[in-house]
């Protein structure tokens, strides 16, 4: 099934639903694009009328009962997955996602995870636990040497992020747009593509470039 987006006399007249955990500024933005009030998406809808709802999951008795009415779901996160594990998902009712306000929040999380290793974060936890101390082998994250798969919106925001910690040389490789910054020096045998090291692959294949033909980061 392929759903498309809603006619503009459909959306019109449908009523807008919004999670009760979105903070207060975001609600009005919504109200403000879509030109109408909203209202909160409970486990029960009253009334009838077309349904236009945001939120992060759809609650299972209005997947039961109003699925028929159900024209657009628009997630807060990401991801999709979650909401058609939930169940089957009404049938004509266009589900999208939101896309472009994650990079931040994920290069945090990534960024932290790094000094967390660096430090033996989750080792010493471990130690706290046990009520144990002892003194573990650590290093400094800048200097070191990162490679992010990935040169998206996401990939972007992880590289950035690890920079202004002092990771000197982030090597970026983009599926889509097929370049590679080529400031990342690695000793052959310390990472790993398939059989071969990140060098020795590297070493193998023509120098790729952008349109201009330069580096696209200086």
Do not use: K
Request: hydrophobic share 40%; glycine share 12%; aromatic share 6%.
């Amino acid at each position: 099934m392929i759903a498309v987006v809603p006619g503009p006399e459909l959306l019109a007249r449908a009523r807008l639903l919004v999670a009760p955990e979105l903070n207060a500024s975001l609600v009005r933005e919504l109200e403000r694009i879509a030109g109408r009030g909203a209202e909160p998406l409970a486990d029960e809808v009253p009334g009838g009328g077309p349904l236009l709802c945001v939120g992060a999951a759809l609650p299972g008795s209005v997947r039961a009962t109003a699925a028929d009415r159900l024209v657009w779901f628009h997630s807060v996160n990401a991801g999709t997955d979650p909401l058609l594990a939930a169940g089957p998902w009404p049938a004509g009712a266009l589900l999208t996602r939101t896309v472009g306000r994650m990079g931040e929040r994920i290069a945090q999380y990534v960024v932290g995870w790094v000094l967390a290793e660096c430090q033996a974060v989750p080792e010493y936890v471990g130690q706290h636990a046990r009520a144990e101390w002892r003194r573990l082998p650590t290093e400094l994250v800048a200097g070191q040497t990162a490679l992010v798969y990935g040169t998206g919106r996401i990939g972007g925001a992880v590289a950035g992020l690890l920079r202004r910690c002092g990771v000197r040389r982030s090597s970026m490789w983009g599926g889509a747009r097929r370049w590679i910054w080529r400031r990342w020096r690695v000793r052959c045998g310390t990472v790993e593509c398939g059989a071969r090291c990140w060098t020795c692959w590297r070493r193998s294949r023509p120098r790729p470039t952008t349109r201009s033909g330069g580096c696209p980061v200086r």
